[in-house]
């Protein structure tokens, strides 16, 4: 078995021996369950340490016949993209699986049971280089979710789980429709039934036809990132999820629609990723979604909203870079990708953390919460931090490429960009000086306790691995170099001839934290 | 014409193995009763099972010499073999979950079991047929039957009512049916299937185009009422929620099975002349029933009524991959049907437990926290309602998948993007259940059936597997399929 | 088969248009009439028409099939007839009554 497999398959066995566990020894499921997420982030040693920063292409790469009639492989491989998404999961899934161990009480088994599965979706929708694969993983991690959702969320559970399947289900439907027409093409055109993306991509479609496949996989995409006008379902999803659940769909889950336009939608249409129409209505709508949420943010009373909504600015960003189609841009969106899912995980674990002491998420119900948590409000500063785009810390070095690469494509596109970073910085900001600053002004928080050792064990990795991207971001940028060019020689051919060679996009942060301070602040 | 009559070869017999089996074992049972008396009426239901696997052997054998029968009134043919297969489990799924529902009931007696393999005798001869007038009488043993079988509870008034309606639509559009093969028959001077192909092909055929569409759509009627396809789908709701629960899982599934298997091979082989005039009119209705189907059970609260609808909608999806015209559409509805009826029995399966002595508990309210209560029925019945939605790894999935596949393939691109918005749709009202099952909190009525018995359990295990291998592993059935379904060839 | 004399009175159209109308009383009989065993009536009504078809097109085309078919109708439609009454049988003991628009107790 292939390091590849392996890493995939792990969730899933330890999700078997879980299953064979006694419902009513509950330590023994805590504990098989953090050694299950352990073990799922140790898998990814051998693909981290083996990854090969020179090669462009799929490695790890397994093949296994699964359909012969359809052409349905069992076709799996990856790139720098996909090993830093695997990664941030596989790490994501150790955080969550730790933060449950007291705020889950009912139901465990089933709990950590959806955890692994949802982990065994997430982790083969980065993994699988077939389309049918890939589809089948991405409608896997929405049985869970929804579930986690609606068994264990919040007081309107029902509502949000049944709106969160059904609107991903609408978009992945469309998305078939989409992955049909391509597969009918390559029947027409080649004679052989298949569905892996080496051989998609030889297709020759007619512009009008890339056109129509674009907009199916997109509205798919879109509404799982989440984008301007279909990201309703977010709100509520993340509100009422527990807390692993938020954490994991923040994380994780809507990287799976800016993957799916990495991946998908910008190689395989190049033509119709690269029509003026397209790309501006698809810029636009991430300039309305960045702006939008985060004007949205500052009006929000529920603390977790809050941290919702600014997950839709934040793919904004990320949406803005993919469709920059330039290397700046692109190279920005996947780092950018995996510091959203470091701070805004970090960020809904604030929320649960105080959620679990005081069972409200009303931020006029706090303040001065420094005052009797100490540790809380260090983190807390962290996450805010990171999430706001402070240099040194992650957030910055992606939102920044973004804003270069955006630059490059078009400077007004920078330009409304950038208020959106001026006022992330302020909801988050201002959302810490009423919750943690200040004075008590709710006698109920009088008797908080601080962090426990397992609370900061559950915020451990995220933060050291905030710094670490911040501090030194080079061997990012050098992981997903050659996979960003592939994409970007794919959609705009003859780029890089045009141009100097290499930019150094991964020195960039480096040279100018100035000037980005100054749009910053 | 000159009648000489050849006396029919033993491989002929063989090929018609289990319509033999199944009509000498529905008869035995019923003399068996009346022999062994009322101690032994436990007796009936493994008896009926054991015929129904010697049949399910007998299709097999069948199976393996695939040629005409009878002066080629029956053709055994791998699409044949595959329906009668298809029937037959189901037949097997039926009678498991029977057994528990008609002691409850106080109804238990060997017509039961009869009639089941009368009507699968019927759908057999069906799958099987290759000539009009063998259609007819296929329809008719099949429905005969299940007339019956929809009123088996004499003294309950929704049977009653069930039974009335399915009796007299059914009949009715049978006479309809009857109407376009006389006509067909006038026309051509001839039922075979491949002789109204050859004669409406030839140029030398002398006929009204617009006559034989004619009678093509009276056909479509008696057709589309047996596969509950609009605008004749209205007999579905009431007969499938008022006949008993094992019955409904029973009609839903091999009867459709065995209606779609021959409106296909009438529709593929005898009229695939002419294409164009039946596609358009079969475009419409495969797009209503979905839409009916989906939006009709959106609205019920009744769990029998809700998956009433619910084989309508399903019965849409078929019609889409009837419409698509090929090959492949016809393997997409073959392998389509196979994993409804694994994913409908099982879902019924629990139902028919579920609604307790009189069908008291049917509203989907009925099931407040039943996770909490039997976990593995629950989870079972997730898993069924995630293949009727389509979620991928269950039956439903690639079936849905298939069948779009062919649309595609058939540029029906339209129509494709309706039945995939329609799933989506759907997927709301079987999450409903799900919805109520795990986070709603139990009442004290819940799980008042009790535990579940063994028939029910067999039985859902192995349409739990038959999701399972369908949405898994596939290809053994897909590639069958796909070889059977060169009909008209 | 020696060969029948042809009935030059009575063209083969008038049968077929005979048997159109019996098909389309039954249709409306079916849709028109209140009680069950009219209806019920009417769909023999219609099987009947069928019969009346088979023999016309059976002698015009000089075969005798459409003669077996007929007997084959007849048979299934005394077997639906026996099934049939039993069921209506059943619906008026429980209810009293042989209305079809009084039969409605299941859920629109």
Not at chain 1, 254 to 274: D, E, H, I, V
Not at chain 2, 378 to 391: H, K
């Given at each position: 078995?292939?390091?590849?497999?392996?890493?995939l398959?792990?969730?899933?066995?330890?999700?078997?021996?879980?299953?064979?566990?006694?419902?009513?020894?509950?330590?023994?499921?805590?504990?098989?369950?953090?050694?299950?997420?352990?073990?799922?982030?140790?898998?990814?040693?051998?693909?981290?340490?083996?990854?090969?920063?020179?090669?462009?292409?799929?490695?790890?790469?397994?093949?296994?016949?699964?359909?012969?009639?359809?052409?349905?492989?069992?076709?799996?491989?990856?790139?720098?993209?996909?090993?830093?998404?695997m990664?941030?999961?596989?790490?994501?899934?150790?955080?969550?699986?730790?933060?449950s161990?007291?705020?889950?009480?009912?139901?465990?088994?089933?709990?950590?049971?959806?955890?692994?599965?949802?982990?065994?979706?997430?982790?083969?929708?980065?993994?699988?280089?077939?389309?049918?694969?890939?589809?089948?993983?991405?409608?896997?991690?929405?049985?869970?979710?929804?579930?986690?959702?609606?068994?264990?969320?919040?007081?309107?559970?029902?509502?949000?789980?049944?709106?969160?399947?059904?609107?991903?289900?609408?978009?992945?439907?469309?998305?078939?429709?989409?992955?049909?027409?391509?597969?009918?093409?390559?029947?027409?055109?080649?004679?052989?039934?298949?569905?892996?993306?080496?051989?998609?991509?030889?297709?020759?479609?007619?512009?009008?036809?890339?056109?129509?496949?674009?907009?199916?996989?997109?509205?798919?995409?879109?509404?799982?990132?989440?984008?301007?006008?279909?990201?309703?379902?977010?709100?509520?999803?993340?509100?009422?999820?527990?807390?692993?659940?938020?954490?994991?769909?923040?994380?994780?889950?809507?990287?799976?629609?800016?993957?799916?336009?990495?991946?998908?939608?910008?190689?395989?249409?190049?033509?119709?990723?690269?029509?003026?129409?397209?790309?501006?209505?698809?810029?636009?709508?991430?300039?309305?979604?960045?702006?939008?949420?985060?004007?949205?943010?500052?009006?929000?009373?529920?603390?977790?909203?809050?941290?919702?909504?600014?997950?839709?600015?934040?793919?904004g960003f990320?949406?803005?870079?993919?469709?920059?189609?330039?290397?700046?841009?692109?190279?920005?969106?996947?780092?950018?990708?995996?510091?959203?899912?470091?701070?805004?995980?970090?960020?809904f674990?604030?929320?649960?953390?105080?959620?679990?002491?005081?069972?409200?998420?009303?931020?006029?119900?706090?303040g001065?919460?420094?005052?009797?948590?100490?540790?809380?409000?260090?983190?807390?500063?962290?996450?805010?931090?990171?999430?706001?785009?402070?240099?040194l810390?992650?957030?910055?070095?992606?939102?920044?490429?973004?804003?270069?690469?955006?630059?490059?494509?078009?400077?007004?596109?920078?330009?409304?960009?950038?208020?959106?970073?001026?006022?992330?910085?302020?909801?988050?900001?201002?959302?810490?000086?009423?919750t943690?600053?200040?004075?008590?002004?709710?006698?109920?928080?009088n008797?908080?306790?601080?962090?426990?050792?397992?609370?900061?064990?559950?915020?451990?990795?995220?933060?050291l691995?905030?710094?670490?991207?911040?501090?030194?971001?080079?061997?990012?940028?050098?992981?997903?170099?050659?996979?960003?060019?592939?994409?970007?020689?794919?959609?705009?051919?003859?780029?890089?001839?045009?141009?100097?060679?290499?930019?150094?996009?991964?020195?960039?942060?480096?040279?100018?934290?100035?000037?980005?301070?100054?749009?910053?602040? | 014409?000159?009648?000489?009559?050849?006396?029919?070869s033993?491989?002929?017999?063989?090929?018609?193995?289990?319509?033999?089996?199944?009509?000498?074992?529905?008869?035995?049972?019923?003399?068996?009763?009346?022999?062994?008396?009322?101690?032994?009426?436990?007796?009936?239901?493994?008896?009926?099972?054991?015929?129904?696997?010697?049949?399910?052997?007998?299709?097999?054998?069948?199976?393996?010499?695939?040629?005409?029968?009878?002066?080629?009134?029956?053709?055994?043919?791998?699409?044949?073999?595959?329906?009668?297969?298809?029937?037959?489990?189901?037949?097997?799924?039926?009678?498991?979950?029977?057994?528990?529902?008609?002691?409850?009931?106080n109804?238990?007696?060997?017509?039961?079991?009869?009639?089941?393999?009368?009507?699968?005798?019927?759908?057999?001869?069906?799958?099987?047929?290759?000539?009009?007038?063998?259609?007819?009488?296929?329809?008719?043993?099949?429905?005969?039957?299940?007339?019956?079988?929809?009123?088996?509870?004499?003294?309950?008034?929704?049977?009653?009512?069930?039974?009335?309606?399915?009796?007299?639509?059914?009949?009715?559009?049978?006479?309809?049916?009857?109407?376009?093969?006389?006509?067909?028959?006038?026309?051509?001077?001839?039922?075979?299937?491949?002789?109204i192909?050859?004669?409406?092909?030839?140029?030398?055929?002398?006929?009204?185009?617009?006559?034989?569409?004619?009678c093509?759509?009276?056909?479509?009627?008696?057709?589309?009422f047996?596969?509950?396809?609009?605008?004749?789908?209205?007999?579905?709701?009431?007969?499938?929620?008022?006949?008993?629960?094992?019955?409904?899982?029973?009609?839903?599934?091999?009867?459709?099975?065995?209606?779609?298997?021959?409106?296909?091979?009438?529709?593929?082989?005898?009229?695939?002349?002419?294409?164009?005039?039946?596609?358009?009119?079969?475009?419409?209705?495969?797009?209503?029933?979905m839409?009916?189907?989906?939006?009709?059970?959106?609205?019920?609260?009744?769990?029998?009524?809700?998956?009433?609808?619910?084989?309508?909608?399903?019965a849409?999806?078929?019609?889409?991959?009837?419409?698509?015209?090929?090959?492949?559409?016809?393997?997409?509805?073959?392998?389509?049907?196979?994993?409804?009826?694994?994913?409908?029995?099982?879902?019924?399966?629990?139902?028919?437990?579920?609604?307790?002595?009189?069908?008291?508990?049917?509203?989907?309210?009925?099931?407040?926290?039943?996770?909490?209560?039997?976990p593995?029925?629950?989870?079972?019945?997730?898993?069924?309602?995630?293949?009727?939605?389509?979620?991928?790894?269950?039956?439903?999935?690639?079936?849905?998948f298939?069948?779009?596949?062919?649309?595609?393939?058939?540029?029906?691109?339209?129509?494709?993007?309706?039945?995939?918005?329609?799933?989506?749709?759907?997927?709301?009202?079987?999450?409903?259940?799900?919805?109520?099952?795990?986070?709603?909190?139990?009442?004290?009525?819940?799980?008042?059936?009790?535990?579940?018995?063994?028939g029910?359990?067999l039985a859902?295990?192995?349409?739990?597997?038959?999701?399972?291998?369908?949405?898994?592993?596939?290809?053994?059935?897909?590639?069958?399929?796909?070889?059977?379904?060169?009909?008209?060839? | 088969?020696?060969?029948?004399?042809?009935?030059?009175?009575?063209?083969?159209?008038?049968?077929?248009?005979?048997?159109?109308?019996?098909?389309?009383?039954?249709?409306?009989?079916?849709?028109?009439?209140?009680?069950?065993?009219?209806v019920?009536?009417?769909?023999?009504?219609?099987?009947?028409?069928?019969?009346?078809?088979?023999?016309?097109?059976?002698?015009?085309?000089?075969?005798?099939?459409?003669?077996?078919?007929?007997?084959?109708?007849?048979?299934?439609?005394?077997?639906?007839?026996?099934?049939?009454?039993?069921?209506?049988l059943?619906?008026?003991?429980?209810?009293?009554?042989?209305?079809?628009?009084?039969?409605?107790?299941?859920?629109?």
């Amino acid at each position: 078995m292939s390091p590849l497999s392996l890493a995939l398959w792990t969730p899933l066995a330890c999700l078997f021996v879980l299953l064979a566990l006694p419902s009513s020894q509950k330590t023994a499921i805590k504990l098989w369950a953090n050694i299950s997420a352990v073990l799922g982030l140790l898998t990814m040693l051998p693909l981290i340490t083996g990854y090969d920063r020179s090669n462009g292409g799929f490695q790890f790469v397994e093949r296994a016949e699964w359909i012969p009639s359809l052409g349905i492989q069992y076709y799996i491989g990856i790139d720098g993209i996909s090993l830093l998404l695997m990664v941030l999961t596989a790490v994501t899934a150790v955080v969550a699986t730790l933060s449950s161990w007291e705020a889950i009480q009912d139901r465990l088994k089933q709990y950590y049971a959806m955890l692994l599965l949802l982990q065994v979706g997430m982790l083969g929708v980065f993994a699988s280089l077939d389309f049918i694969l890939f589809y089948v993983f991405w409608e896997l991690v929405l049985v869970p979710m929804y579930f986690l959702i609606g068994v264990w969320g919040g007081p309107r559970k029902l509502y949000a789980a049944i709106k969160f399947f059904l609107y991903t289900l609408a978009g992945s439907v469309l998305m078939l429709l989409g992955i049909l027409t391509l597969y009918s093409q390559h029947w027409t055109q080649f004679g052989t039934p298949t569905f892996e993306i080496d051989a998609l991509l030889r297709l020759t479609m007619p512009f009008w036809m890339q056109q129509w496949v674009f907009w199916a996989l997109f509205i798919g995409f879109a509404i799982k990132v989440p984008m301007f006008p279909f990201h309703t379902w977010l709100p509520d999803a993340h509100t009422e999820a527990p807390t692993a659940g938020s954490v994991i769909l923040a994380a994780v889950l809507l990287k799976m629609g800016t993957y799916g336009f990495l991946r998908f939608s910008l190689p395989l249409l190049p033509q119709a990723s690269m029509d003026r129409t397209i790309v501006q209505v698809v810029v636009g709508l991430s300039l309305i979604g960045i702006l939008y949420g985060a004007l949205v943010c500052l009006m929000q009373q529920d603390w977790k909203r809050l941290v919702a909504y600014s997950s839709v600015s934040h793919l904004g960003f990320c949406t803005l870079g993919i469709f920059s189609l330039n290397p700046n841009g692109i190279a920005g969106s996947v780092i950018q990708q995996l510091n959203h899912g470091i701070s805004t995980g970090m960020l809904f674990l604030i929320v649960g953390v105080v959620y679990e002491r005081r069972h409200t998420r009303e931020i006029s119900e706090y303040g001065g919460l420094a005052h009797r948590m100490p540790l809380f409000a260090t983190v807390f500063a962290f996450a805010v931090l990171s999430s706001a785009g402070l240099p040194l810390l992650n957030g910055f070095v992606g939102e920044f490429t973004i804003l270069q690469g955006a630059f490059e494509a078009n400077r007004w596109w920078a330009a409304m960009a950038v208020p959106g970073v001026v006022i992330g910085a302020a909801y988050l900001l201002w959302l810490y000086q009423r919750t943690t600053l200040g004075q008590i002004t709710n006698a109920k928080n009088n008797h908080l306790a601080d962090l426990s050792w397992r609370e900061l064990a559950v915020f451990a990795p995220f933060i050291l691995w905030a710094f670490s991207i911040g501090l030194y971001p080079k061997p990012y940028f050098e992981i997903i170099e050659r996979p960003v060019a592939r994409i970007v020689e794919r959609v705009r051919p003859g780029y890089y001839q045009d141009r100097p060679p290499s930019p150094a996009l991964a020195q960039a942060p480096h040279a100018a934290p100035h000037t980005a301070q100054g749009g910053a602040r | 014409m000159l009648v000489n009559f050849t006396p029919p070869s033993a491989s002929e017999y063989i090929r018609v193995l289990p319509e033999i089996l199944l009509t000498v074992g529905g008869t035995i049972l019923m003399i068996a009763e009346g022999l062994a008396g009322e101690r032994h009426r436990r007796g009936l239901a493994p008896m009926a099972l054991a015929f129904l696997l010697l049949a399910l052997g007998g299709a097999v054998v069948a199976g393996m010499d695939p040629g005409p029968a009878f002066n080629n009134m029956l053709t055994v043919d791998g699409y044949a073999t595959f329906f009668r297969l298809l029937v037959l489990i189901v037949g097997i799924l039926s009678v498991l979950i029977s057994g528990s529902y008609l002691t409850r009931e106080n109804a238990d007696s060997a017509d039961y079991y009869a009639l089941i393999l009368f009507s699968l005798c019927g759908q057999s001869i069906l799958a099987s047929a290759n000539e009009l007038i063998m259609v007819f009488i296929g329809l008719e043993i099949s429905s005969i039957a299940t007339y019956v079988l929809a009123g088996f509870l004499r003294n309950d008034k929704r049977n009653n009512e069930a039974a009335i309606k399915y009796f007299l639509l059914g009949s009715f559009a049978t006479a309809f049916l009857l109407y376009g093969v006389g006509w067909i028959y006038g026309v051509t001077g001839t039922t075979n299937l491949q002789e109204i192909h050859r004669f409406l092909t030839s140029s030398e055929s002398v006929y009204s185009p617009l006559l034989v569409s004619a009678c093509a759509a009276m056909m479509f009627v008696g057709f589309a009422f047996k596969v509950s396809a609009a605008p004749f789908q209205g007999w579905a709701p009431d007969v499938y929620q008022g006949a008993p629960a094992p019955v409904s899982a029973f009609m839903t599934a091999a009867p459709k099975a065995a209606a779609f298997a021959v409106f296909l091979r009438v529709y593929s082989i005898a009229f695939s002349g002419l294409t164009e005039r039946w596609q358009p009119i079969l475009w419409v209705s495969a797009m209503a029933t979905m839409v009916i189907g989906n939006f009709a059970a959106l609205r019920q609260d009744n769990i029998k009524r809700m998956l009433a609808y619910s084989s309508v909608a399903h019965a849409g999806y078929v019609m889409v991959a009837v419409v698509a015209h090929s090959e492949a559409g016809v393997a997409a509805a073959m392998f389509y049907l196979a994993s409804y009826a694994f994913m409908n029995l099982g879902a019924f399966a629990i139902v028919t437990h579920y609604v307790g002595k009189g069908e008291r508990y049917v509203g989907i309210d009925d099931m407040a926290g039943y996770a909490r209560q039997q976990p593995l029925i629950a989870a079972l019945f997730t898993w069924f309602l995630l293949s009727l939605i389509g979620v991928p790894l269950t039956g439903g999935f690639f079936g849905k998948f298939y069948v779009f596949k062919s649309a595609i393939d058939s540029n029906l691109i339209w129509l494709t993007v309706l039945g995939l918005l329609n799933s989506a749709v759907a997927a709301y009202y079987y999450l409903r259940i799900i919805v109520v099952m795990y986070f709603h909190e139990p009442t004290n009525e819940t799980g008042a059936a009790g535990p579940v018995p063994a028939g029910v359990r067999l039985a859902l295990i192995g349409s739990a597997i038959g999701v399972f291998v369908l949405g898994v592993m596939p290809s053994a059935v897909l590639e069958f399929a796909n070889r059977s379904a060169m009909l008209s060839r | 088969m020696p060969p029948i004399p042809l009935p030059t009175a009575v063209p083969l159209t008038y049968y077929l248009i005979l048997s159109a109308i019996l098909f389309a009383l039954g249709v409306a009989g079916f849709l028109f009439r209140k009680s069950l065993i009219t209806v019920f009536m009417s769909i023999e009504l219609m099987l009947n028409a069928v019969n009346l078809t088979f023999v016309t097109f059976s002698y015009q085309h000089k075969q005798v099939d459409g003669h077996l078919f007929t007997f084959f109708v007849m048979v299934v439609a005394a077997a639906e007839a026996a099934v049939g009454l039993a069921i209506i049988l059943t619906v008026f003991k429980n209810r009293g009554t042989l209305a079809v628009d009084e039969i409605d107790s299941l859920k629109l």
